[in-house]
C-alpha cells in the first residue's frame, strides 16, 4: 500500500501527520509513505529525520481574499495543484491524508480530482483555512476536538471524532513510577510542571522566574520543574542563579523537558501554552492545567482550544497580556488549595481524551480506501 501525507508550516501539522504515519506503518504490511512539504518549513528537516522520503512544491499561504497583493499566492496555488497531480499520478498512492498547513490543500485537491481516497485531521478547536476549504472534497474529517465539527457541517457524515494521534507513553505510564523517577516520592507534595514550548516564551519565563521568586520559597510543599527552552536558558540561568533560587530544593530549571511524558504523569498541575498537541497530551494524563494562549498563532487558535478545555472545568485560562507573577500565583494558589476544585479539574481533563486513537484512525482510513476500489 501506498500512502502520501500532506502537511506543513508548524510542528502542529507535521507531528500529527508522523504520529498517523506511525499509525499505518505498525498495521500494514511494506506500507509505502512519502510526504509532501515544502523546503522553507519544518517539515524539511522533521520529516527526514522521521526517515521518510519527501517531495517540495512551491506553494505560498492561502489568502482569505483576493486582491492585487495576493495574485502571485492565487497564480501559485493553481499551478502546485497541477503540480501535484503530476506527482500524483507518479506516485500512484492508494491514499493521501493531510494535516494542515496551507501545503496540505493543493495535495488534497489534486487527490480528489484524481478520485484517491482523500482524509484530513484537523488538531485544532476551530479548523484551519485549508481544512474548511477541503471539507467538501475529502473521504473523511478526523477531528481533535468533537466542537470543530460544527465548522464544518456540510460534511458532518464524513466527520469522526478521533483526538490527537500522540505518544503512547503518555497514557502508559503509572503516575507512582513516574514521580519516583523525578525524585518526589513524597505522595503529598504537589508537583508542578511549566513550560512554554521547545524554543521558549518570554512572558512565559518572566512570569515564572517572579513566581518563583514570591511564591515558591514559602510553599516548600510545592516543588516546580520550569523548562526555559533552550534559547532562553542562559538568560533565565543567570536571573534565576542571581535571585538565589537554587538553594531551594523544591525549584528546578531546565532547558527542555526532554522526558515530556515522565515529567506530565508526574505532575499534579501543568503551566504551558495551548497547542493542540500539547492539550491532548494533558487530556491522556488527566491533567489540570492553567493554559497561556498564544498570542502569535493564526486565527487565534490556542485561545480558542484553551477556551473548550476551561470552559469544560478542566484548565484555568490567562490570557498572554494578563500573565504577570501575581496573576500566576493566584491562578495556582486557587487550584493547589482547594483538592476538591484539582480532583474535579483532573477528572475534566481525562473527559477530552479519546482513549482508542489509533485504531479509530486506521480502521476508517481503510475503510475509505475499500470503499474507492
Known amino acids: 500500500m501506498k500512502v502520501v501525507m500532506a502537511c506543513g508550516g508548524t510542528a502542529g501539522h507535521i507531528n500529527p501527520a508522523l ?34 522520503p519527501i517531495h517540495f512544491i512551491e506553494i505560498y499561504g492561502l489568502k482569505r481574499s483576493l486582491s492585487l497583493k495576493n495574485i502571485k499566492t492565487a497564480w501559485k496555488t493553481i499551478t502546485s495543484v497541477a503540480a501535484c497531480k503530476k506527482l500524483l499520478r507518479r ?30 485531521h484537523e488538531a485544532n478547536a476551530e479548523p484551519g483555512f485549508a481544512v474548511k476549504m477541503l471539507k467538501n472534497r475529502a473521504d473523511l474529517i478526523f477531528v481533535n476536538f468533537e466542537d470543530a465539527g460544527k465548522f464544518l457541517k456540510s460534511s458532518k457524515s464524513r466527520i469522526v471524532h478521533s483526538g490527537m494521534p500522540i505518544d503512547c507513553r503518555f497514557d502508559e505510564i503509572d503516575r507512582k513510577d513516574a514521580r519516583v523517577k ?99 497530551e494533558l487530556a491522556a494524563t488527566s491533567k489540570p492545567s492553567i493554559l497561556i494562549p498564544s498570542p502569535n498563532v493564526t486565527n487565534n487558535q490556542q485561545y480558542k482550544n484553551a477556551k473548550l478545555l476551561a470552559d469544560m472545568g478542566a484548565a484555568v485560562l490567562i490570557d498572554d497580556d494578563k500573565l504577570t507573577p501575581d496573576s500566576l500565583a493566584a491562578a495556582v494558589d486557587g487550584i493547589i488549595s482547594d483538592r476538591e476544585k484539582l480532583a474535579a479539574m483532573q477528572t475534566a481533563a481525562g473527559k477530552f481524551a479519546v482513549k482508542d486513537t489509533e485504531s479509530i484512525i486506521f480502521e476508517n482510513l481503510m475503510s475509505i480506501v475499500k470503499n474507492k476500489k
Open 91 to 120: 506516485i500512484k498512492p492508494d491514499l493521501v491524508v493531510g494535516t494542515g498547513g496551507y501545503v496540505c490543500f493543493p495535495v488534497c485537491y489534486a487527490a480528489a480530482s484524481l478520485h484517491i481516497p482523500v482524509a484530513l
Open 182 to 280: 523525578v525524585r518526589l516520592s513524597d505522595a503529598e507534595k504537589i508537583s508542578i510542571l511549566s513550560f512554554g514550548g521547545s524554543l521558549g516564551a518570554a512572558h512565559i519565563n518572566n512570569a515564572v522566574l517572579g513566581f518563583m521568586k514570591n511564591y515558591l520559597p514559602e510553599h516548600p510543599d510545592v516543588s516546580l520543574t520550569h523548562a526555559s527552552g533552550g534559547k532562553s536558558y542562559a538568560e533565565m540561568k543567570k536571573l534565576f542563579d542571581e535571585a538565589g533560587l537554587g538553594k531551594y530544593p523544591n525549584i528546578s530549571l531546565v532547558d527542555y523537558i526532554y522526558d515530556m511524558p515522565v515529567r506530565m504523569v508526574a505532575a499534579d498541575l501543568v503551566i504551558c501554552r495551548s497547542g493542540a498537541s500539547t492539550l491532548s
Open 19 to 52: 504520529s498517523i504515519a506511525s499509525i499505518l506503518k505498525k498495521n500494514i504490511e511494506n506500507c509505502e509513505i512519502e510526504f509532501v512539504g515544502t523546503k522553507d518549513r519544518l517539515e524539511s528537516t522533521l520529516v527526514p529525520k522521521a526517515d521518510y
